[in-house]
Structure formats: structure tokens, C-alpha cells
């Protein structure tokens, strides 16, 4: 599994382009939440120049809604300039989008496989100029699970296998990793064994006295 950063500058202007040009340096996005399979939600900080992004994204028709957030961030739902569909096709996971001006983006992608990430890349390139930024193997929230494991559970959960009704099938899965229907319950039995396992351990773990 590996984290991978992206610098796209787009071809085109788009809804943060037109408001980025307001501060002075890139805008700043923090709790970036992707929503169904085109939109994205964020907050950013705006600073002194809150009011008048907020009348400007309120204009735009890809903007589904917009809430001010503090003395200086706001709260922007919006669909994808196309990034986000790319990404997702490719058995991508975006982690957020870190930060934006003018047509440049930023963003944080998780993705299993390195020809996932070559995947990614090149179907950018329909939208703009691509630079890998960086590259480095994602750690994820339990070290015990092995590599597959850690891949399978992760496709599954953003797909919503989980969910119910489930989003994804098990069949779905095992063709997106190009295995057995038989194999992937396996990977996915083991690796919430051993979830589950930690999470009791921890749970039953006395606190340490004061």
C-alpha cells in the first residue's frame, strides 16, 4: 500500500481558481471528506477574505453547499473538477486534498499498487500536468495485518463492503485484485480476526495506576 503526492495543474480554470486569486499563496485545506463518488468536502482558511469567497463559490452551480466555520474558514461541499472520478476508478483512495491556487492542486492518494499509481497518473493528464511529489509506503492504523491484507480491507472498507446495503460485492473485490472469491473471504476473515483481537485486547487492557 503506498501514499503517493500528486501536483495536478489543471488546463482550465475552475471554482477554486477564481477564488484562490483573493489570498496571497496557496489556500490551506484541512478535513477533507470525499462524499459519494464525484463530490468533496473541506474546510479552508480564508482569512480577511472569507466573506467575499463565500459570495463567489455561492455562485457557482458545482458548489452543493457552504457553511462559515469559525472568524476565518469555511466549510465548502462541492463536486470534483474531475480528479476525484479518476482516482476512484483507478482503486484509488483519496486522503484529501491539502492545498490549492490558482490551477494548481495538491493532493494525498492512497493506492494499492504501483501500476494503480501509473493508472492514476495517467488518466490526470486528460486534466492537466502531472508531478509525483512524493512516494512512501502508507501505514496503516494496524501493523499486524500483512501487506494483502491491509490492501484487501482497505478496498473493501472504502468501497463500502461494510456498509449495509453493501456497496461492493465480494465478487467485485476479488476481480479488482485479480483473485479467488474463496481467497479474498479469506484475506478479509484473517485481517478482522486480528482486528477485532486488538481492538478486545485494547479494550480490556486495565489503566495503568496513578
Known amino acids: 500500500m503506498l501514499r503517493a503526492t500528486i501536483l495536478l495543474e489543471l488546463n482550465e480554470d475552475y471554482v477554486l481558481s477564481h477564488v484562490s486569486?483573493?489570498?496571497?499563496?496557496?489556500?490551506?485545506?484541512?478535513n477533507c471528506e470525499v462524499l459519494g463518488e464525484t463530490d468533496i468536502r473541506f474546510v479552508v482558511d480564508a482569512g480577511e477574505h472569507r466573506d467575499e469567497m463565500a459570495d463567489r463559490l455561492a455562485a457557482s452551480e458545482v458548489v452543493r453547499d457552504l457553511e462559515l466555520?469559525?472568524?476565518?474558514?469555511?466549510?465548502?461541499?462541492?463536486?470534483?473538477?474531475?480528479?476525484?472520478?479518476?482516482?476512484?476508478?483507478?482503486?484509488?483512495?483519496?486522503?484529501?486534498?491539502?492545498?490549492?491556487?490558482?490551477?494548481?492542486?495538491?493532493?494525498?492518494?492512497?493506492?494499492?499498487?504501483?501500476?494503480?499509481l501509473k493508472a492514476i497518473i495517467s488518466g490526470l493528464r486528460s486534466l492537466g500536468t502531472v508531478e509525483l511529489r512524493r512516494l512512501k509506503p502508507f501505514v496503516g492504523p494496524s501493523t499486524r495485518l500483512s501487506k494483502r491484507q491491509a490492501e484487501v480491507v482497505g478496498y473493501a472498507l472504502e468501497r463500502g463492503y461494510y456498509d449495509w446495503p453493501r456497496g461492493v460485492t465480494v465478487e467485485e473485490i476479488a476481480a479488482a485484485f485479480e483473485v479467488s472469491r474463496p481467497t479474498v473471504?479469506?484475506?478479509?476473515?484473517?485481517?478482522?480476526?486480528?482486528?477485532?483481537?486488538?481492538?478486545?485486547?485494547?479494550a480490556t487492557t486495565p489503566a495503568n495506576p496513578r
Do not use: C, W
Open 21 to 30: 486569486d483573493l489570498v496571497d499563496g496557496p489556500v490551506v485545506v484541512t
Open 69 to 116: 466555520v469559525g472568524d476565518d474558514q469555511l466549510l465548502i461541499t462541492k463536486r470534483s473538477s474531475g480528479a476525484l472520478p479518476v482516482i476512484r476508478e483507478n482503486h484509488g483512495m483519496l486522503q484529501r486534498m491539502s492545498q490549492f491556487y490558482g490551477r494548481s492542486r495538491v493532493f494525498d492518494v492512497v493506492v494499492f499498487r504501483r501500476a494503480d
Open 185 to 202: 473471504l479469506e484475506h478479509l476473515r484473517r485481517a478482522e480476526k486480528k482486528l477485532l483481537s486488538d481492538a478486545l485486547a485494547d
